[in-house]
């Protein structure tokens, strides 16, 4: 529900003081609270609280088509429940219709920042810097060329996040792994709860181990192995699936982790993708929310260090939190005879 | 009748001789036998017995201070959202014009409304009167009400809040509450009572102009009891404690119990005992903080299950008391 003038100017001079309205500073992030293996019906899940935002991720996996030779893929689907998307005076179609082109816009930036794109897509528009880019670069390529060559811009792009190739089973079958994403709360930054969720749902998923029978073709020599002790961890995940951070630049500052509030202020938002080992691997930016014609408010390239420096320090206290509870949770499931 | 029990849920038999009864709110009759429609407690006066639901949205009474919200600007009235079942509505007669003057209900007022409230302002009102069919009538006829500012609002569940004498409520740590009955509350650094021959400056602007259509002073406008100051810009000091209230106040809401002054200033100088930052206060490892001593009585903190289904009540005192 948008915020009245004299909400929106209390935000700002906040933001300004570096007292929020939570009390949080600038680059504070919410407290982060992820719980794996709450879901029993799929390979991997995960539940994560940032704040007073929850999602909720799901990964099944089956045995598909491959659409990229040699590699298979993740799918990602979002769904929010009634009240992620709030409306005022709208009537039902409407809402439904803001419903769907939310969680649209949602899977869209979720498999930018997971980088399981659809090759396909390379062809037709401008892509983000390929390959991790050094923290305290001037500038992000956000915006390159289109590739017209769709094999090889496919596999240089996939050095950050999963190992597609190792998805890879035979001929043209492959693991087509699914994220299914629910937002339950939305109380702001609902992007980076969902890309966490992602990341540790996948951290818990084991596959199953495929034993290909050479001689006989099709999926009748594809064998699952029942056996959980032959379950293998999908390899790129610990190491370079990036999460999302989500930067916000209020007025003259960059604030971190916006909670619903200050989303609906005049805010351009920034959501930049952090690989585990704090370099940055993509960057996407919304337009502001609201019409300005106060030019200090619209970002200048120095501003996008800034942002940048900000959205590292963020990650780490991301990681550290989703580290520290994920060990915790394991250290919990040893215990247990 | 269900006496023992001081919750019902829906369905619930309350008494199998509906005829010996008044029958209140949240009750209806099935064949001879009176049957509770809601989840909450039930209230018994004289002959008359009534279920109160344990949470709904906003029930509207008169003389209600509420805060609320404009969604629309229509011809002569403002929709304003108060989270009750239907929008409430401020007529343009019923508002404090700027200068104290009666105005006649002229076209340039009515081409004027948005100059005083716009859609998504938040403003303080009191409740005229309510209609037949649960809707609002407000005014902002007393220089306490009008459009708030320089502060930052809070939604909690309606059924927390007591009806008290009055809601604006001063904090010692120098910020201003204003507890709407409807459940927003509106933090904002503490207003002083501005000194005597000393008028709000708002009112010194335009109370020597002279409009056309032949204004009339209002009788009312002159005799205000409490004149007090613009509201001062916040400091960060003053942010802290804001963020720290409304830190108190979600904590309180999140547990389900009473939000009133005194407890909010229980949780207050709890989470400053515990040196907890209101960002920390809202985590879910620190909720034990919560003291369970107020003033001597116990806060009761019920979960009750029946028939399977879980309902979390909160008994506000041991007894289930009158209000």
């Known amino acids: ?337 | 009748m269900a006496q023992g029990k001081p919750v019902v849920t829906p369905g619930e038999l309350l008494t199998s001789e509906a005829r010996n009864w008044l029958h209140g709110k949240g009750t209806y009759v099935d064949d001879g036998s009176l049957l509770s429609s809601l989840c909450g407690e039930i209230q018994m006066m004289d002959r008359m017995v009534r279920v109160e639901a344990a949470n709904s949205r906003y029930v509207g009474a008169i003389g209600d201070c509420v805060v609320g919200r404009v969604v629309a600007v229509a011809a002569g009235r403002w929709r304003v959202d108060v989270g009750s079942f239907q929008d409430a509505a401020l007529l343009l007669q019923n508002v404090n014009l700027p200068g104290g003057h009666l105005r006649r209900k002229t076209a340039e007022d009515q081409r004027q409304m948005r100059e005083l409230f716009k859609e998504h302002d938040v403003l303080s009102a009191e409740v005229q009167k309510v209609s037949r069919d649960g809707s609002l009538s407000l005014h902002t006829r007393s220089t306490r009400y009008g459009k708030l500012s320089k502060g930052t609002l809070i939604q909690v569940p309606a059924v927390l809040i007591k009806r008290l004498k009055t809601h604006f409520h001063a904090f010692e740590c120098g910020i201003e509450a204003l507890i709407g009955v409807n459940g927003l509350i509106w933090l904002s650094p503490a207003r002083k009572l501005a000194k005597k021959g000393q008028k709000r400056k708002r009112d010194d602007d335009n109370s020597s102009s002279d409009e056309e259509g032949g204004n009339v002073k209002d009788p009312l406008a002159e005799k205000v009891e409490d004149q007090l100051e613009e509201v001062r810009e916040p400091t960060a000091m003053d942010r802290m404690n804001i963020a720290r209230l409304r830190a108190c106040a979600l904590v309180l809401s999140e547990e389900f119990l009473e939000i009133s002054p005194a407890t909010l200033m229980d949780v207050f100088s709890a989470s400053e005992n515990q040196s907890l930052s209101p960002a920390e206060m809202l985590q879910q490892r620190h909720r034990v903080c919560i003291p369970s001593n107020h003033r001597g009585q116990a806060w009761v903190y019920n979960r009750q299950q029946v028939a399977g289904i879980v309902f979390v009540v909160c008994l506000r005192r041991e007894r289930a008391s009158h209000k």
Request: a negative charge; glycine letters at 8%.
């Open chain 1, 1 to 337: 529900m948008p915020v009245s003038a004299a909400e929106e100017q209390f935000i700002e001079a906040g933001v300004a003081q570096n007292v929020r309205i939570d009390g949080r500073g600038r680059l504070e992030v919410r407290e982060l609270v992820v719980n794996t293996g709450v879901m029993d019906n799929c390979y991997g899940s995960a539940r994560v609280q940032l704040g007073g935002t929850e999602a909720l991720c799901c990964i099944t996996a089956e045995i598909g088509e491959t659409q990229c030779p040699g590699q298979g893929r993740l799918e990602v689907y979002v769904k929010s429940t009634p009240g992620v998307v709030r409306g005022r005076d709208m009537t039902s179609r409407k809402l439904l219709a803001a419903q769907q082109s939310f969680n649209s816009i949602m899977a869209h930036r979720l498999k930018k920042i997971l980088n399981c794109a659809d090759p396909s897509e390379f062809m037709l528009e401008k892509t983000e810097a390929p390959g991790p880019a050094a923290p305290d670069a001037e500038e992000s390529d956000s915006d390159c060329e289109p590739d017209e060559k769709a094999k090889p811009a496919a596999s240089e792009l996939r050095d950050t996040g999963i190992d597609y190739g190792s998805l890879f089973i035979r001929d043209n079958r492959c693991w087509v792994l699914s994220a299914d994403v629910t937002i339950m709360r939305n109380d702001g930054d609902t992007l980076t709860a969902a890309s966490i969720a992602c990341r540790s749902a996948l951290l818990a998923t084991k596959l199953p181990k495929v034993i290909v029978h050479g001689e006989i073709t099709g999926d009748d020599g594809l064998e699952v192995s029942g056996n959980a002790a032959d379950a293998t961890a999908v390899p790129g995940v610990t190491d370079f699936l990036p999460i999302c951070v989500t930067l916000g630049k209020l007025g003259a500052h960059i604030l971190v982790d916006p909670c619903y509030a200050e989303e609906q202020c005049p805010v351009a938002i920034y959501h930049v993708g952090v690989r585990p080992d704090l370099l940055l691997s993509s960057v996407l930016t919304s337009l502001m929310t609201g019409s300005s014609h106060d030019p200090a408010r619209y970002t200048r390239p120095s501003d996008i260090s800034a942002i940048l420096k900000a959205s590292v320090s963020a990650a780490k206290q991301l990681f550290s939190a989703v580290n520290s509870q994920l060990e915790e949770a394991e250290g919990d499931v040893t215990m247990k005879p």
